[in-house]
């Protein structure tokens, strides 16, 4: 499979506990990008990175969270002190920067579930 | 703030029928829109997508429509099939810079047998 990869697919965790996501990208695929989308909702933006460089954060993203892409293929995305309110899906995508092409193509997603 | 929404959150078609799904979007700025197909328990999947200076474009089955005078975009399928059930998010890039997307809230289509 040479699509989007996320680990784990669910999580489940108590409050106040710290937890990471990981995210595989397409290879070829110099963007990437974290959202976050609760039930009923489209996905919202969080933070996005183009090769290691992290250019965007969304507001919604509070200081509890970090991404990092460190060598510009996988990234994290951490949650620290978690609350119930993190509970969503937190979906991953990659898109390349190559010509007019810059769909973006989403992971299966990473269920949060916080206790 | 600048949104997209859809008109319905719902539609139920006959398997066969062309289905239509429509979607409102507020950034004159936009220039960049994209259909999204969501099955129960998967991510997004890309269905289509089409830019500013196009009004119309055509896929296998699909076809988006965009018209800029009233804002307004819409995902065409052709005989729909019980494998088009899922929710359909219309997507635009914000600020014009072709990274971030808003998603709008989705529009569950169920294909009845």
């Known amino acids: 499979d040479t699509g989007v990869s996320q680990n784990p697919r669910h999580k489940i965790t108590k409050r106040g506990q710290n937890v990471t996501f990981r995210c595989d990208p397409i290879s070829e695929h110099n963007r990437l990008y974290w959202y976050r989308q609760t039930l009923g909702q489209g996905p919202e933006f969080l933070t996005y990175?183009?090769?290691?460089?992290?250019?965007?954060k969304s507001r919604l993203l509070s200081d509890r969270f970090s991404a990092e892409r460190p060598k510009g293929s996988f990234s994290t995305l951490e949650i620290q002190r978690t609350e119930q309110g993190d509970s969503a899906m937190y979906l991953c995508?990659?898109?390349?920067?190559?010509?007019?092409?810059?769909?973006?193509?989403f992971g299966p997603g990473t269920r949060l579930t916080v206790t | 703030g600048e949104s997209v929404g859809l008109h319905l959150p719902t539609l139920s078609v006959q398997e066969g029928d062309n289905s239509i799904i429509n979607c409102a979007y507020s950034?004159?700025?936009?220039?960049?829109f994209i259909w999204y197909k969501q099955e129960s328990g998967k991510g997004p999947q890309f269905i289509i997508d089409?830019?500013?200076?196009?009004d119309k474009r055509q896929g296998q089955r699909v076809t988006v429509l965009l018209n800029k005078t009233v804002k307004h975009l819409s995902l065409q399928i052709a005989a729909t099939q019980p494998g088009d059930s899922a929710v359909y998010f219309c997507a635009e890039n914000s600020g014009g810079s072709n990274y971030k997307l808003t998603f709008g809230k989705g529009t569950l289509l169920t294909v009845n047998p």
């Open positions: 990175f183009q090769n290691e460089a992290q250019l965007e």
């Open positions: 995508a990659s898109s390349s920067s190559d010509g007019l092409s810059s769909e973006q193509y």
């Open positions: 089409i830019r500013s200076n196009m």
């Open positions: 950034n004159s700025a936009s220039d960049y």
